[in-house]
């Protein structure tokens, strides 16, 4: 049995919705999970938080990112690493895909 996980594509894991939000474990094990995002224009994550760290990963679109305090544009290539517990939301400008892994934190 392979050690690693292979997805060759990534964005052909689903399409963009016409309207709504999709949402797809690409991976799933005891240290990360990664979730493929799709947004429909006009979507959005309203502000929450998250218990563990994050990582965001925008594969193509363009959307409006706030961490904290700090508003920005996101589009292809953008990559934030979030601590747990940052404020954050986003807004979907455009059809957007993003990947979100999240670290479950472990003992040091």
């Known amino acids: 049995m392979a050690e690693y996980t292979f997805v060759p594509d990534v964005t052909s894991q689903a399409d963009i919705p016409a309207s709504g939000i999709l949402s797809r474990t690409v991976y799933s094990d005891d240290v990360i999970k990664v979730i493929y995002f ?19 990963h925008v594969l193509s679109g ?39 892994t999240m670290v479950k934190e472990t003992a040091p």
């Not at 959005?44 to 994050?54: D, G, I, M, N, R």
């Open 38 to 56: 799709g947004f429909a224009p006009g979507e959005e994550l309203s502000e929450h938080t998250a218990s563990v760290p994050a990582i965001i």
């Open 62 to 100: 363009s959307a409006r990112l706030t961490l904290g305090s700090d508003s920005f544009t996101a589009g292809p290539g953008t990559w934030v690493r979030m601590p747990a517990h940052l404020p954050h939301s986003l807004l979907a400008e455009t059809p957007t895909v993003m990947l979100l």
